[in-house]
């Protein structure tokens, strides 16, 4: 197999960030984590108009500014500089939380570590090393109408990421209703229900998802 | 009555003792209150709880304190990006407790409403909930979280008049607001302080009752952690 024919395999990590845009209504509200859920912003199919929230106190996020125009007073989550739009509002800290604890968020992106089968999410620590916290990532998946997960779909050791039981601390128990790797898509109607296989990345096979998956999911 | 002080020294005078609980507003360095970190560090008091989102970067905010040794505890949810915190974290010499942020900004507005407790999903089965009563409603559980109720709160804003109602600018709102209702005593430092009359009432976004000491911590040379633009199209 030649570097080409494994680069052909799978999704690039822009290409999972479009998929995950394909779940974008128009008029949601919605927040993307760091990392490639930020790259979903990128991919918004045309027609639909989406409003994003920085938990720091924002709706309405602009594209980063032009050079020069930089604000201290203007930055996202992630704690870099972005710009305003004309329907931008801010708030507070309690005031976005009780947005995204209430319900009033359409859908969240985030990144992951590990997905068990039953929807718990793992991605704020690992035991042994710096814990930074949580920021905001566990009011998230326990309010957000809809959680989207974007990962890669085994580990940088080949291992497994969407398992039958989380093995790290959780960030949320069943909460996860979707997740993109950069193999395939799986869905489940509700929090009871089993994640189905419901999309393969170009080249990729049935079985290719059977030996890289531990997580019982339906085919 | 005079809210208005000479200076953050002057501002802080008999409110500060060893072992007090302050509450701080700002997110990252997105609205810090820089000259009041500046003066608590300056005035030696220790065995510091700080309940702050963030513990500051090396050198900057909170973390010029956490230098001194003056912080013995950090009530936060998000502590990266700070390797003095991380040195005396991991040497057990710093006590933390992460609370996510949500529940943490509703920590603090629940405290200075008044509220000693609420339940919340966020958090449930995870090691937040570890020790907490979890109790639930119409089916789903719920972890109860306790209201913050500081000694004092130190915050940033933009604008205030001379009796103390603030306006917050763009995002640096953040944990000002809930951060400055939460303590007993709330000193704030702004940029510009107006006349009586030159805020609209119907935009202010903190009325002065939650307010009693201010300082003019003007001019500032705001830090920006991560400074990400994008390019001009040609014309």
Not at chain 1, 101 to 110: A, E, F, M, N, P
Request: net charge negative; proline share 5%.
């Amino acid at each position: 197999m030649t570097i080409h024919d494994h680069l052909a395999k799978g999704w690039t990590r822009d290409q999972m960030a479009a998929r995950a845009a394909r779940e974008l209504q128009d008029g949601f509200y919605v927040n993307l984590g760091i990392g490639i859920p930020t790259l979903v912003a990128n991919h918004v199919p045309e027609g639909i108009e989406v409003t994003l929230q920085s938990e720091n106190g924002m709706l309405g996020i602009g594209p980063f500014p032009y050079e020069g125009e930089e604000d201290a007073d203007l930055i996202n989550a992630g704690k870099q500089t972005i710009s305003e739009l004309p329907h931008s509002a801010y708030f507070d800290s309690a005031a976005s939380f009780a947005m995204i604890r209430g319900g009033h968020i359409d859908l969240t992106v985030l990144g992951a570590m590990e997905v068990a089968e039953n929807g718990d999410i793992a991605n704020w620590m690992i035991p042994g090393k710096m814990i930074k916290g949580m920021g905001g990532a566990m009011d998230l998946v326990a309010g957000v109408k809809k959680i989207i997960v974007v990962m890669e779909h085994v580990s940088k050791n080949g291992d497994p990421k969407f398992i039958p039981a989380c093995t790290l601390p959780l960030t949320g128990r069943n909460v996860v209703d979707m997740i993109v790797t950069d193999l395939a898509v799986f869905q489940r109607p509700d929090h009871n229900a089993p994640f189905k296989l419901i999309e393969l990345a170009p080249g990729v096979t049935k079985e290719d998802i059977r030996q890289k998956t531990t997580a019982q999911y339906i085919e | 009555m005079n809210k208005l002080y000479p200076s953050a020294a002057a501002a802080l005078d008999g409110l500060l003792k060893d072992g007090m609980l302050i509450a701080a507003g700002g997110f990252g360095l997105c609205g810090i209150p820089e000259r009041l970190l500046d003066a608590v560090r300056d005035s030696g008091v220790k065995d510091l709880t700080f309940a702050s989102n963030n513990a500051g970067i090396d050198n900057e905010g909170i973390g010029k304190l956490l230098r001194t040794r003056q912080v013995r505890k950090m009530i936060a949810s998000y502590v990266g990006e700070n390797k003095e915190f991380e040195r005396q974290f991991l040497a057990g010499e710093l006590e933390v407790e992460f609370s996510p942020q949500g529940t943490l900004a509703e920590r603090m507005r629940a405290g200075g409403a008044g509220i000693p407790g609420f339940y919340t999903r966020t958090g449930v089965g995870t090691q937040v909930a570890e020790g907490k009563e979890v109790k639930v409603f119409d089916g789903e559980d719920y972890i109860l979280e306790r209201g913050i109720f500081a000694d004092l709160s130190l915050v940033k804003a933009w604008k205030a008049d001379e009796t103390g109602n603030l306006v917050f600018r763009k995002t640096a709102r953040n944990f000002n607001l809930p951060a400055a209702t939460c303590g007993k005593v709330c000193v704030v430092e702004v940029e510009e302080i107006v006349p009586k009359g030159s805020l609209d009432p119907d935009c202010i976004h903190l009325p002065g009752v939650y307010v009693q000491r201010m300082i003019v911590g003007a001019p500032y040379d705001k830090k920006i952690e991560f400074v990400t633009t994008r390019k001009r199209e040609a014309a």
